[in-house]
C-alpha cells in the first residue's frame, strides 16, 4: 500500500513539475556573450568532423563515389602522362637510328591516351557539378527554415545576430564554402593521385624528394591553418562591421528611399556614416594581411627546399652516371610537375580549412534549438486574457516599454486599445502573443501562465492584423491562406469579400490565382498600401480555430469613412470570439465592449465611449482634438 502510495505521490509530482514548466526565453539567456557561446557552439568542430557530416550524403551516393574515384584516376595521371612521354621521345631522338615514325608513333599514343583520360575526367566532373550544387542548396533551405523559425527577439539581438552571422558565408556561393569544398575535394581526388604516382618515381630517385615534399605540404597547411584560424577567431568583429555596411548599402540603394535621399540632400550623410566603417575595415584587413606577410616565408623556405633538394639530387645522380641524359630530363619534369602537384594538394588542404571552418557555423545554427520550446499546458474553449503586473522593457535596453500594466480581457469582450504613438500598444501584442515574454509579471490564457503554453499552440490562438504590412511574392490565394497545400478556395473569397478586397481580386484576369508583386512574376499585382491591410485582415480572417482575434492598426492606410465601415462589419464577422483592436483613431473603436487608454506604458483609463467622454481626462482631449480635424476635412470636402 505505502509502495502504491509512493507511486503516486512521484506521479503527482512529475504533474506538477509538467504544468508548471515553462518556455526558455532565449531572446534574454543570448544576450550573454559566454551563454551565446556555449548555448550555440557547444563543441568544436575538427576538420575531420566536418568532413564526416559534408560525406555523409554522398558516400550514401554509389554513382557519386564511382565518379570520385574515376575522376582522380583519369585525372591524376595526366601529369605521368608527360612525364613519360617526355622520357619515350628523348630516348627514341639519342638513339642512333632515330627515325620520324618512331616519335610520331610515340607522340600519337600520348595524344591518344591523354585525349582519353581528360575527356573522361572533364565528363565525370562537369556532370556531377550539380549533385554539390543541390547539397549546397538543402543545406540553405534547412538554414533558412531555422531563421524564419527562430525567436522573433533574436532578432533585435545585435550581438547573437554578430555571431551567428557567418551562418551563410558557407551556402551563398557555388564557389566557396560548402560547395566550393565539394569541388575542391573532387579535384584534389586527381592531384593526389599525381602526387602519389609522382612522389613514388621520385622515391625511386631518392626518398628525400617526396620527404621534402611532405614537410612542404605540412608548412603551408600549418601556417595556412594558423591565419584561417586567427581570422575565424575575429569573425564577429568583422560581422559587426560588415552586418552595419550592408544595411547602409542597402538602404542607400533601395529604390523606396529614393525620393528622400534626393529631396534632402542625403547622400553626404550617408558617406559620413560609411567613413567609419570603412576604417574599421581597413584596420582588420590590414591585421590579417599582416599575420600572412609574417609567416609567409615559412611557405616559400619549404616550397624551395623541394626545388634545392630535388635539383642537387639530380645533378649528383647524372655526375655519378646513375642516371642517364634521358632519365634526368624526365625527372627534371617529373620534379617540375611533382612541385606544382604538391603545392595545389597544400593549398586545396588550406582552402578546405578555412571554408569547413565556417562550414562549422552552419552546423552550430543549424543544429542549435534556436525556439523557446518547453511549456505543457494547454488553452480548451474561449480565451480570457489577464495581465497581471505586467513589466516590459526589449532586450539590450532598459528603458520600460510598459510597467506594472494589469488588464482583464473577458472571453468573447471586443476591447479598444487607444493611445499616441509610443504608448506600448503594438508592445502588448507582441506579449500577449508570445513573441516577447514579459521582463516581470504575468500573461495569463485562462488562467493559465503564457509561459507554459508551448509556443505553437499559443501562436494558434490567434489571428492577428499586424501594423506593418507586407505580402509575398505567391499568389493571391497563398497569400490569404498562408499556404500552399489544401486551399480552400471558397474560403479565401468569402474572406477577401469580409476584407472589402474581393472586388478588387476578381477584376484581375487571374482572380485569387495572380501571383503578387514583380520580384518573380514580371506581371505581379502590386496593391496599394490599404489593398495590402485589407489583404492581411482576409488571411486573418481565413485562419480556422482561432480563439483571438488581433487588429493592430489594420486600417492604418485607410481613411477614416473606410476604416469605420470595415470595423462595423467585423463587429458582425467576429461575433463571440476574443477581439482586441488596436488604433489610433478614437471614433473607429466606439462599437467596442471596452476601450483601453494606454500611455507611457500603463493603464491610465478605461471604460465605454460614453463613460470615458464623460470624464476630463486623456481620452475626451484625444477625441475632441481628433474630431475637430474630421470635421475640418468634412467641410473641405463639401464645400
Same mark, same amino acid.
Request: zero cysteines; hydrophobic letters at 45%; proline letters at 2%.
Given at each position: 500500500m505505502n509502495g502504491r502510495k509512493e507511486l503516486l505521490d512521484i506521479k503527482n509530482y512529475s504533474d506538477n513539475m509538467q504544468t508548471t514548466e515553462k518556455r526558455k526565453n532565449l531572446a534574454v539567456d543570448l544576450?550573454?556573450?559566454e551563454m551565446r557561446k556555449k548555448y550555440l557552439h557547444t563543441e568544436k568542430h575538427g576538420l575531420l568532423d566536418i568532413l564526416k557530416v559534408m560525406y555523409r550524403p554522398v558516400l550514401k551516393n554509389g554513382k557519386i563515389v564511382v565518379?570520385?574515384?574515376g575522376y582522380a584516376i583519369t585525372d591524376g595521371i595526366l601529369p605521368l602522362l608527360s612525364v613519360l612521354i617526355v622520357y619515350v621521345l628523348v630516348r627514341l631522338l639519342a638513339l642512333p637510328d632515330a627515325m620520324p615514325k618512331r616519335l610520331i608513333l610515340a607522340a600519337g599514343i600520348y595524344a591518344i591516351a591523354f585525349f582519353i583520360c581528360s575527356f573522361v575526367s572533364s565528363q565525370l566532373k562537369h556532370r556531377n557539378y550539380s549533385? /554539390?550544387?543541390? *547539397?549546397?542548396?538543402?543545406n540553405l533551405s534547412k538554414a533558412m527554415e531555422q531563421f524564419m523559425t527562430m525567436d522573433y527577439g533574436l532578432f533585435e539581438n545585435s550581438s547573437f545576430l554578430d555571431d551567428i552571422g557567418n551562418w551563410d558565408r558557407s551556402l551563398q556561393s557555388n564557389n566557396a564554402g560548402l560547395e566550393g569544398s565539394y569541388h575542391r575535394i573532387f579535384d584534389m581526388g586527381g592531384t593526389l593521385v599525381s602526387v602519389i604516382l609522382l612522389g613514388a618515381l621520385l622515391i625511386l630517385v631518392s626518398p628525400w624528394i617526396a620527404l621534402a615534399g611532405v614537410l612542404f605540404v605540412s608548412v603551408f597547411y600549418l601556417v595556412q591553418k594558423n591565419i584561417t584560424i586567427y581570422k575565424h577567431e575575429r569573425r564577429e568583429e568583422l560581422k559587426k562591421v560588415s552586418r552595419r555596411s550592408d544595411n547602409y548599402t542597402a538602404k542607400s540603394s533601395d529604390f523606396q528611399?529614393?525620393?528622400?535621399m534626393r529631396?534632402?540632400?542625403?547622400?553626404?550623410?550617408?558617406?559620413?556614416? /560609411?567613413?567609419? *566603417?570603412?576604417?574599421?575595415?581597413?584596420?582588420?584587413y590590414r591585421i590579417f594581411t599582416l599575420r600572412e606577410l609574417h609567416l609567409s616565408f615559412l611557405e616559400s623556405a619549404a616550397l624551395v627546399l623541394i626545388d634545392i633538394v630535388s635539383f642537387l639530387t639530380l645533378i649528383f645522380k647524372v655526375q655519378n652516371g646513375t642516371i642517364t641524359i634521358s632519365e634526368f630530363v624526365m625527372l627534371l619534369t617529373a620534379v617540375t610537375l611533382f612541385t606544382q602537384s604538391i603545392q595545389l594538394f597544400a593549398q586545396g588542404l588550406a582552402y578546405i580549412k578555412s571554408e569547413t571552418l565556417y562550414y562549422g557555423d552552419t552546423i552550430d545554427f543549424m543544429e542549435a534549438d534556436l525556439v523557446s520550446t518547453g511549456g505543457a499546458n494547454h488553452v480548451n474553449g474561449p480565451v480570457s486574457i489577464e495581465f497581471k503586473d505586467v513589466s516590459f522593457h526589449y532586450p539590450g535596453s532598459d528603458a520600460m516599454v510598459l510597467e506594472n500594466l494589469n488588464l482583464m480581457i473577458e472571453a468573447g469582450e471586443k476591447c479598444a486599445l487607444v493611445g499616441i504613438n509610443g504608448a506600448g500598444k503594438t508592445t502588448l501584442v507582441k506579449l500577449l502573443t508570445g513573441l516577447y515574454q514579459p521582463t516581470t509579471g504575468k500573461i495569463l490564457i485562462n488562467g493559465e501562465d503564457a509561459t507554459t503554453i508551448p509556443q505553437e499552440e499559443l501562436f494558434s490562438l490567434y489571428g492577428v492584423v499586424f501594423q506593418e504590412v507586407q505580402p509575398l511574392a505567391l499568389t493571391i490565394a497563398?497569400?490569404?491562406?498562408?499556404?500552399?497545400?489544401?486551399?480552400?478556395?471558397n474560403r479565401v473569397k468569402e474572406s477577401l469579400k469580409k476584407a472589402g478586397l474581393w472586388e478588387k481580386v476578381a477584376s484581375l484576369p487571374n482572380g485569387i490565382d495572380s501571383s503578387m508583386l514583380k520580384m518573380i512574376e514580371d506581371d505581379g499585382v502590386i496593391l496599394s498600401g490599404g489593398e495590402n491591410q485589407k489583404l492581411s485582415?482576409?488571411?486573418?480572417?481565413?485562419?480556422?480555430?482561432?480563439q483571438v482575434m488581433i487588429m493592430d492598426e489594420p486600417t492604418a492606410a485607410l481613411d477614416a469613412i473606410a476604416e469605420q465601415k470595415i470595423y462595423q462589419e467585423f463587429d458582425a464577422?467576429?461575433?463571440g470570439k476574443t477581439t482586441l483592436f488596436i488604433s489610433h483613431r478614437l471614433a473607429s473603436t466606439r462599437f467596442c465592449d471596452r476601450i483601453i487608454l494606454l500611455d507611457g506604458g500603463s493603464i491610465v483609463q478605461q471604460g465605454t465611449h460614453d463613460e470615458l467622454m464623460k470624464e476630463e481626462g486623456l481620452y475626451q482631449t484625444m477625441f475632441l482634438t481628433q474630431g475637430k480635424y474630421y470635421q475640418a476635412d468634412y467641410r473641405e470636402v463639401t464645400a
Open positions: 544576450l550573454d556573450k565518379a570520385s574515384i549533385f /554539390f550544387m543541390g *547539397l549546397r542548396l538543402r528611399y529614393g525620393k528622400d529631396v534632402f540632400q542625403m547622400k553626404g550623410r550617408f558617406q559620413q556614416a /560609411f567613413t567609419p *566603417l570603412l576604417e574599421a575595415y581597413e584596420k582588420l497563398e497569400n490569404v491562406a498562408a499556404t500552399d497545400l489544401n486551399i480552400n478556395r485582415i482576409a488571411r486573418a480572417l481565413y485562419r480556422e480555430g482561432t464577422i467576429l461575433s
